[in-house]
């Protein structure tokens, strides 16, 4: 069964941040990256998702809200502590924010929405693998707070799917213990009984 897309989805790793560098994608490659992302299951065709540039000064721009944030939550900040939040967002030198739109339907419930924005995410990362640079996705802290995701241009009723950092990258990216495959999947054998 040779397949290259197989081939490709067998070795994706993540990158780590730090090593992603310039250039990053050009507007022409983030429309594809995006246009690869929305072409998900969406049941009722709802659009749950939408996605959020983050690059250039913003970047430096929202470290020093974090940071300020941080510090209102903490109290004063150590150095390393303030500086790794200055750096959040320009460690990359573009990060694409996944934000969850929850949509009023009496059918399609909630969790199912928030379920194709992951799918949006990870065609989002693949794509922008198979452009040949490198990502990595976190969520961190600041998803969890309202300050946190207003401060990042979420609405009051969205949610953070994450952040994915993208640039060029000279990999390979290094690998991880995965799962035994043969330990994730059995044949149905009736309902659960406990």
């Known amino acids: 069964m040779a397949s290259p897309i197989i081939d490709f989805l067998l070795s994706r790793n993540s990158a780590p941040i730090p090593d992603l ?3 990053a994608p050009s507007d022409a490659e983030i429309a594809t990256m995006i246009a690869a992302a929305s072409r998900v299951p969406d049941h009722g065709r709802l659009e749950p998702w939408r996605f959020i540039l983050y690059r250039g000064d ?29 750096a959040r967002f320009s460690r990359a030198p573009l990060v694409i924010g996944v934000v969850s739109i929850p949509r009023e339907n009496p059918k399609i419930p909630q969790w199912e ?29 600041y998803s969890d707070v309202p300050e946190g995701r207003a401060l990042l241009g979420l609405a009051p009723q969205e949610r953070v799917i ?5 640039g060029s990258y000279a990999g390979p990216a290094p690998e991880r213990p995965r799962p035994d495959p043969s330990k994730l999947y059995a044949d149905y054998s009736g309902p659960w009984n406990g």
């Open 113 to 141: 929405m928030f379920l194709s924005g992951g799918m949006a995410a990870m065609n989002l990362m693949i794509s922008a693998n198979a452009l040949g640079y490198g990502t990595n996705m976190i969520s961190n802290w």
């Open 21 to 23: 560098k310039e250039p």
């Open 58 to 86: 913003a970047r430096v721009e929202i470290g020093r809200q974090l940071a300020a944030l941080a510090e209102q939550r903490e109290g004063p900040l150590r150095e390393g502590r303030r500086n790794q939040e200055l």
């Open 162 to 166: 994450g952040f994915i950092h993208i």
